[in-house]
T-cell receptor
């Protein structure tokens, strides 16, 4: 099955800073998604982005399917952005998650 | 918007007891729900796919008799951890699809 690798594993930011999270995959992906898990465990679907670029407020994501990677951009980070960001591919009806990037935004 | 409700959010039990976790789709019908397990500082691992009216599909390495899944209606799936042991302590999360994937808020199980 497909392997999903995320980098960096951890990231500490000062409030207001920008960041880029990366997701590499070992094979073609068709249903790449980004999720945010807040410190209390709740998972939120951020983007469904099999290719191209999407933006939602301070967040945007880009997937370059031919090069097997996706990027999540967070601009003007806020403390509420803290948590773990996962990318995942929906393969055969199942979500295959990367290991996540744990983001901590300091005030 | 679509909401997936998971209950309880936290449970502490003695070793050997069974624990039931409920996952409900509140404003949509979900013929398929998914159960995940997450250890601290780790990613989510799919345990099983719950199908309404039929047997669940378990991932390799997941004990069917240990983790009983029942999806008796279009809005409710339950996961029962039978004869729980300390190694079953984990964060369990359910999800369902309604145009996109929605997750329950998770259940932290601690087995003493």
């Amino acid at each position: 099955g497909i392997q999903v690798e995320q980098s960096p594993p951890d990231l500490i930011l000062q409030e207001g800073a920008n960041s880029t999270l990366r997701c590499n995959f070992s094979d073609s992906v068709n249903n790449l998604q980004w999720f945010h898990q807040n410190p209390w465990g709740q998972l939120i679907n951020l983007f469904y982005i099999p290719s191209g670029t999407k933006q939602n407020g301070r967040l945007s994501a880009t997937t370059v399917a031919t090069e097997r990677y996706s990027l999540l951009y967070i601009s003007s980070s806020q403390t509420t952005d803290s948590g773990v960001y996962f990318c995942a591919d929906l393969e055969g009806g199942k979500l295959i998650f990367g290991q996540g990037t744990e983001l901590s935004v300091k005030p | 918007g679509a909401v997936v409700s998971q209950h309880p959010s936290r449970v502490i039990c003695k070793s050997g007891t069974s624990v039931k976790i409920e996952c409900r789709s509140l404003d949509f019908q979900a013929t398929t729900m998914f159960w995940y397990r997450q250890f601290p500082k780790q990613s989510l691992m799919l345990m099983a796919t719950s199908n309404e009216g039929s047997k669940a599909t378990y991932e390799q390495g997941v004990e069917k008799d240990k983790f009983l899944i029942n999806h008796a209606s279009l809005t409710l799936s339950t996961l029962t951890v039978t004869s729980a042991h300390p190694e079953d302590s984990s964060f369990y999360i359910c999800s369902a699809i309604y145009e996109k994937l929605f997750f329950g808020s998770g259940t932290q199980l601690s087995v003493l």
